[in-house]
């Protein structure tokens, strides 16, 4: 007679189990278990991310995996709590689902009277440890933790905005060095209340530039513009993000959000705002900004102006962020 399979998970550095591939399938359906917690059972020769089994659907079907005991060896170092002092001197070492995974442990006879809840059954045996490897959970102690997603900090989403910046500098160099060899009458260009002279002026001074150096500005601004667009519409990071390891995601699904909400109103809108703000005064446009990342400081989620009008969260980047949710048919 075969051994009913028993199944680990883990998550925070702690585990859970075992539990049957029905019970798995269960808290997988009512989402008390995530594709990106880990998980172990005999036949793995290591702890994988639950979606990479299920191929991230909410259901895991076993394929030709041998179902005996569990090999003790496969897992070490288990979080122990205090509190379960008093069980462990009858042999039960157990840690409820509800801890594990943060949530407000329920009384006992709550537990007892909720038959149809899964959680019942839902054990740490004393013998059965986990060891969790940090790359796989990719974040440290001082992290803001929403869900499934480590947040991105606040100082990484400066810096991946001043590279974005610096990297627009670096393309209208040329521009740039050709305008200071100009007499500009710069203030043209902060009368706020007549924008059809200061539009005027700027046309006077473009075709006084050398075409050489006009086209070079042209492309060069138009390469950079197109490359940010094609990483922002395929992995949801500027050049900025991508160097600095965060990305944009939908604050619903978390996962890449929208065309219209990544192309559309972090990217197109945006751009539009803050280039008319440093036009008028480049003291307005640094104002705004330092808003959007003092309104994310103070927010538990990390959520600036930027973030409420896309509902968008910037998190740090993870490989499963860039998987398509299957389609409900």
């Keep these: 007679m075969q051994a009913i399979m028993q199944i680990f998970l883990a998550r925070n550095n702690v585990q859970a189990g075992p539990y049957t591939l029905e019970q798995l399938n269960i808290m997988l359906a009512s989402g008390e278990v995530l594709l990106d917690d880990l998980i172990w059972h005999e036949g793995l020769d290591q702890w994988q991310r639950v979606g990479n089994l299920t191929n991230n659907q909410t259901v895991y079907r076993i394929n030709n995996v041998p179902t005996s005991d569990v090999n003790d060896s496969i897992v070490n170092n288990v979080t122990i709590f205090p509190e379960n002092n008093a069980n462990n001197a009858q042999g039960d070492k157990s840690v409820s689902l509800d801890r594990l995974y943060g949530k407000p442990e329920r009384s006992k006879d709550s537990s007892k009277n909720a038959k149809m809840d899964m959680t019942a059954n839902r054990h740490q045996t004393p013998h059965h440890n986990v060891s969790l490897n940090k790359s ?21 989403r400066i810096l991946a905005t001043a590279i974005n910046g610096l990297l627009y500098i670096l393309a209208i160099i040329p521009l740039v060095l050709a305008l200071t060899k100009m007499d500009v009458d710069y203030s043209k260009f902060q ?36 490359l940010q667009l094609i990483f922002i519409t395929l992995r949801g990071q500027s050049l900025g993000k991508l160097l600095t390891g965060i990305r944009v995601v939908d604050q619903t699904t978390h996962r890449l959000p929208s065309f219209t909400k990544l192309v559309g109103m972090r990217t197109l809108f945006l751009f539009i705002i803050y280039n008319l703000l440093f036009s008028f005064t480049s003291f307005l446009g640094f104002v705004i900004v330092a808003i959007h990342y003092y309104m994310a400081a103070k927010s538990p989620e990390n959520i600036g102006w930027h973030d409420k009008l896309a509902k968008t969260l910037v998190v740090k980047a993870a490989s499963s962020q860039l998987v398509k949710e299957p389609k409900i048919k």
Excluded at 139 to 154: E, M, R, T, Y
């Design 136 to 156: 796989a959970l990719n974040k440290s102690s001082k992290d803001k933790v929403v869900g499934d997603l480590v947040l991105a900090p606040i100082m990484s």
């Design 191 to 226: 009368n706020i209340q007549n924008m059809d002279v200061a539009y005027q002026y700027s046309m006077t001074l473009m075709e006084s530039l050398p075409s050489s150096t006009l086209m070079m500005s042209q492309v060069m601004v138009f390469g950079l513009f197109a």
